[in-house]
């Protein structure tokens, strides 16, 4: 049947084909005729209208059945291979959403676990849009917060770091550079973070379409990289601060090792003047002493001929000097004693000032007392009263305090003898550094004018035919005080006695005295 | 036997290098009537040799035993410490009586010769009265008073 068909439609096609021109030109009497001719043999009569259509109307419904027939074969044949066609596209459609819901769950897992997200903007909507892992980095949910906004999206980030982006951004809009910043934000709940952002420029050909990047927390390694810096810097800081405190110990040290320096070639000198000093006092203590031993050996022998020699001749020859002859020869004899008792003097003022002081603890009451007893005469003892006022026993030098409580007692002694009164009064006051010693007569005083002449060396106040002496006394006293570290002085007044002062400071008694 | 008496009739040894000294000793010490037998010498060295016998004295024998030495410390020489010395360190001299008769009153020679064990130290006074005084005392007292072996 179906081959039957087909040849039926074969040959009406054929037929179309090779008369076509004629059935086109379907309607001229003359061509239809031809064409009558063709098919059917010569046209014997004439036909009706009917006639034709019956002839046409026979030949073309079979064609027009047969065309259909085919049509809807070639129809349904062609809807079966579009449908596996669609069907095949279909599949692949679900094929490639499963992947990409696979892989948008891979890019949130991803994104959670690296803390990362990334967004778009779309030139032609002008919309942001976000990656889950963006939301999650600036803590919004996509409900809330409204990401498309650009001006919104910008908001998260801090107002320096806004101005910086906001300039890249449009610098990719205009020029489509890329950018990579790390810049901080402000989450939904108000904590500060850091994020590393990068935008690239998407173009379609050559034209931009699109702006995309990535971000990602780098807040851990920001604030490890800051704490770094912070513990370099202050490590910085330490070996900056140690660096100066041992350069400046350095230069102190060598300002030391300097000083040092310095100091031992000053000691070295020092110690070589001193060396020198001490050959040359040492050379001149010798000889102080040779000079000291020719004095008081050399000295007075011949005076001890003078005067015994002179002696022998009134002893001898008396008959024939006469008494003026006599006063001559004891005027030779009392000079040359006088010049003993100079040298004597001499020698007690030289000897205070080289014999090595020995301090002890001296009952200064005894002392005064017994030093009376030896230098006053029987005769003196009788007449002179001596009050000794309490005295406290004091750390010195017996022998040379004994020297100053003799020539002072000599003095209050000498100095009164021609007065009416004989008193004598020796005391001390204390205070707190020293203690202030005074003996006190009523003898011939002194002019108070010359006072500051009493303590030289050979200075006296008064003639020698007032009283004797040789006016070394009172510088011995000085010298002795001196080198105990105290002071003399002396109140008096003409014809109403005086007052000699010393002091001697308090002192421990150490044993490397 | 003969020798030693001759020896023992020095009573006296005075050590005097002044000439001056040694006569004014001599003259009080005969106002003083210690009349007794004086030998003056005038340098230490020779009065060593004088008391141990040697050099100018070596002819005679044995040790001089005078009753006192009266010895002067500044000696030509020898001086009168080392003298002293000398004598107090012999057994058979340091019991001879040695009175240090010095012109010095410093402190270190009186010292000194009481550290040689000197008998006395007496210090010459330039007075002559004051000085026959001192040899009159002197005399008494150790050619007199004192008493010796």
């Known amino acids: 049947m179906a081959m039957r068909t087909l040849a039926g439609f074969f040959l009406l096609f054929s037929l179309l084909i090779c008369h076509g021109r004629d059935i086109l030109a379907f309607g001229t009497a003359g061509r239809l005729d031809a064409l009558h001719l063709k098919g059917f043999g010569p046209l014997t009569g004439d036909y009706s209208f009917q006639d034709i259509l019956k002839i046409a109307g026979s030949l073309f419904i079979p064609m027009l059945i047969v065309m259909s027939v085919l049509w809807i074969i070639i129809l349904r044949r062609q809807v079966r291979k579009k449908t596996t066609g669609l069907n095949n596209e279909i599949s692949e459609h679900k094929k490639t959403m499963e992947s ?3 892989q948008k769950l891979l890019l949130n897992e991803m994104e959670k676990v690296s803390k990362t997200g990334g967004w778009e903007y779309d030139l032609k909507t002008q919309k942001v849009t976000w990656t889950d892992g963006l939301f999650q980095i600036t803590g919004v949910s996509p409900s809330d917060f409204d990401t498309s906004s650009y001006k919104n999206s910008l908001s998260f980030f801090h107002p320096a770091d806004q101005e910086k982006l906001d300039k890249a951004f449009f610098n990719t809009v205009e020029k ?29 050909e050559g034209k931009l379409t699109r702006i995309y990047g990535g971000a990602s927390d780098i807040t851990d390694r920001k604030e490890r990289e800051m704490e770094l810096k912070k513990l370099k810097d202050e490590l910085e800081d330490q070996v900056t601060e140690r660096t100066a405190e041992l350069q400046d ?37 010798k000889e102080l002493e040779a000079f000291t031993y020719s004095v008081s050996h050399d000295l007075r022998a011949p005076l001890r001929a003078i005067n015994g020699f002179a002696r022998f001749l009134i002893e001898d020859y008396s008959d024939t000097i006469d008494d003026e002859g ?21 020698l007690d003022l030289s000897r205070v000032s080289r014999t090595n002081i020995e301090f002890n603890l001296v009952e200064l009451s005894a002392l005064v007392r017994s030093v009376f007893q030896e230098v006053a005469s029987e005769d003196e003892q009788k007449l002179f009263h001596l009050t000794i006022e309490d005295m406290p026993p004091v750390i010195c030098d017996s022998s040379l305090i004994k020297q100053v409580w003799q020539n002072l007692i000599e003095n209050a002694l000498k100095y009164s003898s021609k007065s009416q009164t004989r008193k004598i009064i020796t005391g001390a006051m204390e205070n707190e550094n020293e203690i202030v010693f005074y003996i006190k007569d009523h003898g011939a005083g002194f002019d108070d004018q010359y006072r500051h002449k009493l303590f030289g060396v050979f200075q006296r106040l008064h003639r020698e035919n007032e009283f004797e002496g040789t006016g070394v006394g009172l510088a011995v006293v000085k010298r002795i005080i001196r080198r105990h570290g105290g002071r003399v002085w002396a109140e008096g007044k003409t014809n109403e006695g005086s007052t000699f002062y010393f002091t001697l400071p308090r002192k421990e008694l150490k044993s490397d005295y | 036997m003969e020798k030693r008496e001759i020896i023992n009739e020095v009573d006296i040894l005075i050590v005097e290098d002044n000439q001056n000294d040694a006569e004014l000793a001599l003259r009080a010490l005969k106002q003083n009537n210690i009349a007794n037998k004086v030998l003056i010498i005038n ?17 005679r024998k044995g040790i001089a035993h005078p009753k006192i030495i009266l010895l ?3 000696l030509p020489r020898i001086d009168g410490l080392e003298v002293l010395r000398e004598i107090k360190s012999n057994p058979d001299t340091k019991i001879i009586p040695v ?46 008073l004192n008493q010796q072996p």
Do not use: H
């Open chain 1, 100 to 102: 990409l819901r696979k």
């Open chain 1, 176 to 204: 489509g550079d890329p950018y990579d910043f790390e810049l901080r934000i402000k989450t939904y709940d108000g904590t500060d973070k850091w994020i590393r952002l990068r935008g690239l420029a998407e173009f379609l």
């Open chain 2, 72 to 74: 002067d410390l500044k």
């Open chain 2, 43 to 59: 340098d230490g060295r020779q009065a060593l040799d004088f008391i141990f016998a040697r050099g100018e004295f070596a002819k």
């Open chain 1, 326 to 346: 006599k006063r001559f020869i004891n005027t030779i004899r009392y000079n040359a004693d006088k010049m003993d008792q100079l040298i004597s003097d001499m």
């Open chain 1, 249 to 285: 110990k350095i230069r102190s040290l060598d300002k030391s090792q300097k000083a040092m320096l310095y100091m031992v070639e000053d000691l070295n000198a020092i110690t070589r003047e001193l060396k020198e000093e001490r050959e040359k006092l040492e050379f001149s203590n």
């Open chain 2, 99 to 144: 009175i240090v008769l010095s012109s010095s009153r410093e402190k270190n020679d009186i010292v000194q010769s009481y550290r040689l064990c000197a008998n006395s130290y007496i210090v010459k006074p330039v007075d002559y009265e004051e000085f026959v005084e001192t040899i009159r005392d002197l005399g008494i007292y150790w050619l007199k």
